[in-house]
Each structure stands twice: as structure tokens, then as C-alpha cells.
């Protein structure tokens, strides 16, 4: 039995999140062919649980240069569909500098009092301690959340936004926002002299061609097995070695798990 096929069966007959965790312990042993492999075939075959965990994804692929196709996909799939990914229940769990990245894009495909909200959102449950209801709060809660919000902030277009969303959604926070920076939102829509604006005014986003999203039934019952599938795990280790190592890896996992 080839390493080959005893690869595709392994992989065919375990969870997506099982291969998601057997990546990092090849990561760990520094087997990066098999890495990518794993890589791979998550991204070609396992796309919707992806998806489905990309908060829980994104972050722990964010930090390690050694997942960049993960880091790739992940990024086009929440500019792209953002709201399969701003709408996942992990999505607070997203550390600060890994959301940058999102809100920061010109393709993120959202509208801007959207993404405020998000990070609004975002921001709130990193301080579980402030009042549910904004009334309630003191200008201590605003100043706790400006300093969570701080560099996500100045990524915001505020001046995109409709003057509607700017009284419904940005006013009742305009205490988190630099006094200079609500002065000019207040101008643009009053009406004033462009001329005194003096906050930088961020383009709008580039809104792009979106593709539907790929189907849901799994590409092995679409087309051949992945093309990266088709060379040996490993060309350092031998096919006993890997076969010895992936059996060793799940046996691990599965008492982690």
C-alpha cells in the first residue's frame, strides 16, 4: 500500500476538525510538505467547516507564517462574504490584530455603519463589566471602550455613511471618537464647508464582483481526488516512517480530543 493511498484514506475517514489539529502537531515535528498537504486538502474538501469555524480558524492560523494558504483563504473569504464570518458566533474571540487586517481591506464588502456596528460589537464583549444598556453608562465605560476600540477605529469611513446611520448607530458612541474627528462628521452632515474638514477622509471600499460561494457537497463527489494529493506525504520520511507517524498523530489526537 502506497503512502499515497494510505494518506487519502486517513484523511477521507477522519473529522475536519481532527485534520484541522493534526496540522499543527506536523507543524510542531516541523514536517512542513505534510503540512501543506493538510493545508490543502482542508482548503479543497473541508471548505465549509471553514467557514463555519472561521473565528476559531483565523486565529489560530493568523500568528504562523507557516499556514499562509489558510491565512490567504481566510482573509478572501471575509472580505468577500463577511457576513459568514462577522456573523459567526467566535467572531468576539478574534484578537485585536487579527481583526485589523478584516476591517482595514478595500474589499471587505460590507457597508460601513455595518462594520461599525461589528466592531461596536466586538469591542463590548472584550469588557463583559460594561452595563447592557448604553444609558446606563458613565463616561468611565465610554473611555474603557475607546481604549479597546483605539486602532480599529481610524479604519472606520465614516464619512461614507449615510447621515442616517451616523445619528441611529455612531452618535450614541460619538464619546469614543476624537472631539475633532465628530466635529467634522457633524459638519459633512450639516452641510458645512468641505474646506474646514480636517480629519482624513478615507476612500470608500471597492465594491467587487462577488462569486457564489462554492457548493456545500464536498469536491470528491465532483471531480477527482486534489491534485496536491497525488505525490507521497512526505519525500524526507519513508512510507513505513509516515504511515508509523500518522497513525502515532491520531492516536494522540483522539486522547487530546
Not at 455595518?114 to 463589566?129: C, L, M
Not at 475633532?180 to 474638514?197: A, H
Request: proline share 7%.
Amino acid at each position: 500500500m502506497s503512502a499515497k493511498f494510505v494518506g487519502v484514506i486517513l484523511l477521507e475517514n477522519l473529522e475536519a476538525s481532527l485534520i484541522f489539529e493534526l496540522m499543527f502537531i506536523c507543524d510542531e515535528f516541523r514536517l512542513e510538505e505534510l503540512v501543506k498537504h493538510l493545508e490543502n486538502y482542508l482548503i479543497q474538501t473541508k471548505a465549509n467547516w471553514l467557514r463555519l469555524k472561521f473565528a476559531h480558524v483565523y486565529r489560530k492560523v493568523f500568528h504562523n507564517d507557516n499556514f499562509q494558504e489558510l491565512q490567504k483563504w481566510s482573509i478572501e473569504i471575509a472580505t468577500k462574504y463577511p457576513e459568514k464570518s462577522f456573523d459567526n458566533e467566535n467572531f468576539t474571540s478574534l484578537q485585536k490584530d487579527a481583526l485589523i487586517p478584516l476591517i482595514k481591506s478595500d474589499d471587505l464588502q460590507m457597508q460601513e455603519v455595518n462594520i461599525w456596528n461589528y466592531i461596536i460589537h466586538w469591542g463590548i464583549a472584550q469588557n463583559p463589566d460594561l452595563p447592557s444598556d448604553i444609558d446606563d453608562w458613565s463616561n468611565k465605560n465610554f473611555m474603557t471602550l475607546k481604549t479597546t476600540l483605539q486602532e480599529c477605529l481610524p479604519y472606520i469611513r465614516y464619512f461614507q455613511m449615510s447621515s442616517d446611520d451616523i445619528v441611529e448607530n455612531v452618535q450614541p458612541y460619538q464619546q469614543i471618537l476624537e472631539k475633532n474627528l465628530w466635529k467634522d462628521i457633524s459638519r459633512k452632515f450639516m452641510g458645512s464647508n468641505r474646506q474646514q474638514i480636517t480629519s482624513t477622509i478615507l476612500p470608500p471600499r471597492k465594491i467587487l464582483q462577488k462569486s457564489p460561494l462554492p457548493p456545500r457537497v464536498p469536491p470528491k463527489y465532483r471531480k477527482p481526488e486534489p491534485p496536491q494529493l497525488k505525490e507521497p506525504f512526505s519525500m524526507i520520511i519513508n512510507e513505513s516512517h509516515a504511515v508509523k507517524l500518522l497513525h502515532g498523530l491520531i492516536s494522540k489526537l483522539r486522547h487530546i480530543l
